[in-house]
């Protein structure tokens, strides 16, 4: 009894009681006494200095720059993702520099080596004003898009921030805000810049997702462990991605290298029976580095509303669901890179068809797989080839009162080609795409009132071209592009761009654009079957918009701060309304005004041990259809105002983040009245964790609380979200 006996002694006080609650407290418990109790070092550990170099500018990762000890032999280069490793340094107080071509030399860093642990550092590099020679591009690296004022959210970021899932690590970027949640139509969605998730284009890895019935990419079905990083880029961009470009795009890169070492296991336990475990493997075999990702999760069936909802008498939605990613490229020359992923769940039917149909679930299946081929003819030029393919079904069952059964299949197959080629120190693009779209609609209780067969092909020719020139101690570059979107059923559609953006003295940069985009029908709204409710309408126009935009940024002094004005125009936009009927049914009948601001603040001291990060986005959208009961009216689910804080504090083994939101009311009905509204709210989250910084293997455990004032949350009518919850949490990397 003795060992028991000093584990005991070790802990705080307050545990031991804690033992008597059941299963979740002695899994606390077990947490966060692997990784506080004191443990013995490994003599033979090795001492290493690992860390990222980004660009302090955009926020990129900076590959191939050159990282060394001062005084020393110790030296390395950095991956792909910006990451680079220092082993067997020894112990002692060390300064580490980086430098690279395009970049003025980073300040020393000063790095204290301790047997058996790991140092962990971030360098930020400042673009030098003179331009590259043609040579120096980097052609895989070359984002044509990076005038257009994209941000960045790294897998260091987001681990730091203790996010879960791709919809929490998205709803934490300037600007973008996620509707929905995993219980809701269509699971969690994405907006940038106030436009609604339909009209956001999500990628993976530059390749464009299948777009569900309902108009937006469900962001449930791809483990987050899976992203390296999340580009985010506002504003009209259907001259880069095509469709649904008309409020931004999305960009999702994945894990393509094991640089950092992603050997690792999570799991996390908390109220209402929610639990997660990830599994993430990346070993180097051979001449191939894959990338396997495993996740279960789920929620438990019952749980309350705060603020008296009246839906609390229900016993909510339970979930249960996982997802697998596996990525595999070659550790020589990444010439080429395959992924898939595979995502199954289960979720209780919410809201008002829980009441209508109780005890229904909605099952949904989702997989994807997708290649892309580099061959590089000279330096400068590159042809690829890329292919993906993505099917997803979804099925509403029900056998209460009255039986329901019916089902959505999804098939989307798609090619491209795509040159790039260094001309006269000028970087162009050009793309050649075909989609094919196939969606089925089935019902097995009325099948006279299928959905039926749909197809849809298109096609799209893009351009694009990138020029910068040094102008003293400027640096001015040029970005042009343009698309020709067309289908079988629509001509085609032109969408040109035009960015200039400019890198000034002291830490300042400008940009500003202009740019066309469009969104074609859905399929679901051109032939949704007739019945007492609904009926779709086959002369539907695409959506057409334009968008300039202006921006500035500063950052010098570990101070950031950027701003961003925009104006769009959007004609014939699709909504739902009722035909003389009384049935609902799409029209071309509004034309929009939507201008707004974006403002974001970064701080960080100490070496970014505190930081601090607000934003705000101001929208307003107004309708401009010159209908008498609606001209003036503002656009549903578009709040007038967001703000956003947070703040970041690491010290020693601990690390914490606490962060507040508040969104305004949004109308939620087109009709003329102002009081159907989605509720303002507000919620403050925390996060804590604590980590051993050991080589191998490192542990960390964490302890977060969401919506700490209980406030009741719409996130969508009638699909408000639980009240105040917790979990714990337990990393260990290997």
């Known amino acids: 009894m003795r060992p028991v006996i000093?584990?005991?002694?070790?802990?705080?006080?307050?545990?031991?009681?804690?033992?008597?609650?059941?299963?979740?407290?002695?899994?606390?418990?077990?947490?966060?006494?692997?990784?506080?109790?004191?443990?013995?070092?490994?003599?033979?550990?090795?001492?290493?200095?690992?860390?990222?170099?980004?660009?302090?500018?955009?926020?990129?990762?900076?590959?191939?720059?050159?990282v060394r000890v001062i005084g020393t032999a110790f030296a390395t280069r950095t991956t792909a993702s910006g990451c680079f490793e220092l082993c067997s340094v020894p112990t002692g107080r060390w300064q580490v520099d980086v430098r690279r071509i395009g970049y003025f030399p980073s300040a020393p860093v000063l790095a204290e080596v301790v047997e058996g642990f790991e140092r962990r550092i971030r360098i930020a590099l400042s673009p030098s004003p003179v331009p590259l020679p043609a040579q120096q591009v980097e052609h895989t690296s070359v984002s044509l898009q990076r005038e257009t004022g994209t941000r960045r959210y790294t897998s260091e970021q987001i681990a730091r921030a203790g996010h879960r899932t791709l919809a929490d690590a998205l709803d934490a970027i300037p600007g973008v805000r996620v509707y929905g949640s995993s219980e809701s139509p269509g699971g969690t969605r994405v907006s940038v810049g106030g436009a609604s998730p339909e009209r956001v284009a999500v990628l993976l890895d530059g390749l464009p997702l299948a777009i569900g019935a309902n108009g937006a990419v469900n962001l449930d079905v791809i483990p987050l462990a899976a992203v390296a990083s999340i580009e985010v880029t506002p504003g009209s961009q259907s001259a880069g991605v095509g469709d649904a470009a008309i409020g931004g795009a999305v960009n999702l890169r994945t894990r393509s290298d094991a640089s950092e070492g992603q050997q690792r296991a999570e799991f996390s336990d908390g109220s209402f029976g929610t639990y997660r475990g990830v599994v993430t493997v990346a070993p180097a075999i051979l001449q191939f580095i894959p990338h396997l990702t495993l996740e279960k999760y789920g929620r438990g069936s019952r749980f309350t509303y705060p603020d008296g909802d009246s839906t609390a008498v229900r016993q909510g939605v339970g979930i249960n669901g996982w997802r697998g990613f596996l990525g595999l490229s070659p550790t020589t020359v990444q010439a080429w890179h395959v992924s898939a992923f595979v995502h199954r769940s289960k979720v209780g039917a919410p809201g008002a068809l829980e009441q209508l149909y109780p005890g229904a679930a909605n099952e949904n299946t989702r997989v994807r797989a997708q290649g892309v081929w580099e061959h590089t003819t000279h330096p400068g030029s590159i042809l690829g080839v890329s292919l993906w393919y993505e099917s997803g079904d979804d099925r509403l069952r029900s056998t209460r009162p009255v039986p329901f059964n019916a089902e959505m299949r999804e098939r989307f197959l798609g090619a491209r080609l795509r040159g790039q080629r260094t001309i006269l120190k000028a970087v162009g693009q050009l793309f050649a795409e075909f989609v094919s779209r196939r969606l089925e609609g089935r019902d097995y209780q009325r099948p006279n009132l299928a959905f039926g067969v749909r197809h849809r092909q298109e096609f799209a020719l893009r351009g694009a071209a990138r020029r910068t020139a040094g102008l003293g101690p400027c640096a001015m570059t040029l970005a042009l592009s343009s698309a020709l979107d067309g289908d079988n059923r629509f001509p085609p559609a032109y969408s040109p761009r035009i960015d200039l953006a400019g890198s000034l003295p002291f830490g300042l940069s400008v940009r500003s654009g202009w740019g066309r985009s469009f969104r074609r029908p859905l399929l679901t709204s051109l032939f949704w079957k007739a019945d007492a409710f609904s009926v779709g309408n086959p002369d539907l126009r695409p959506e057409r918009a334009s968008e300039w935009d202006l921006a500035a940024v500063f950052r010098r002094w570990g101070i950031t701060a950027d701003s961003r004005y925009f104006v769009r125009h959007v004609r014939d936009i699709?909504?739902?309304?009722?035909?003389?009927?009384?049935?609902?049914?799409?029209?071309?009948?509004?034309?929009?005004?939507?201008?707004?601001?974006?403002?974001?603040?970064?701080?960080?001291?100490?070496?970014?041990?505190?930081?601090?990060?607000?934003?705000?986005?101001?929208?307003?959208?107004?309708?401009?259809?010159?209908?008498?009961?609606?001209?003036?009216?503002?656009?549903?689910?578009?709040?007038?105002?967001?703000?956003?804080?947070?703040?970041?504090?690491?010290?020693?083994?601990?690390?914490?983040?606490?962060?507040?939101r508040w969104i305004s009311a949004r109308e939620i009905l087109r009709q003329n009245n102002r009081n159907k509204q989605v509720r303002p709210y507000g919620v403050i989250d925390g996060f804590v964790r604590a980590a051993v910084r050991r080589r191998k293997p490192a542990m960390q455990a964490g302890l977060r609380v969401d919506n700490i004032t209980n406030t009741r949350v719409d996130l969508l009518v009638r699909y408000p979200s639980p009240g105040r919850a917790w979990s714990a949490e337990m990393t260990v990397q290997f």
């Open 6 to 66: 000093s584990i005991f002694d070790s802990l705080p006080k307050a545990a031991v009681p804690l033992l008597v609650f059941g299963r979740r407290a002695v899994f606390l418990l077990l947490v966060f006494s692997a990784v506080f109790l004191p443990r013995p070092v490994d003599a033979e550990s090795e001492r290493s200095i690992t860390g990222i170099v980004y660009d302090s500018i955009t926020g990129s990762p900076v590959e191939d720059a050159l």
């Open 574 to 660: 699709i909504t739902w309304e009722r035909d003389f009927m009384g049935r609902f049914q799409p029209r071309n009948v509004a034309r929009a005004y939507v201008f707004g601001r974006e403002d974001h603040l970064a701080v960080a001291a100490f070496r970014g041990a505190i930081s601090a990060d607000y934003s705000h986005v101001f929208t307003g959208a107004y309708d401009r259809s010159g209908e008498l009961n609606h001209d003036g009216m503002v656009l549903v689910m578009t709040p007038r105002h967001t703000h956003e804080l947070s703040l970041d504090a690491s010290l020693g083994r601990w690390s914490g983040r606490v962060s507040g």
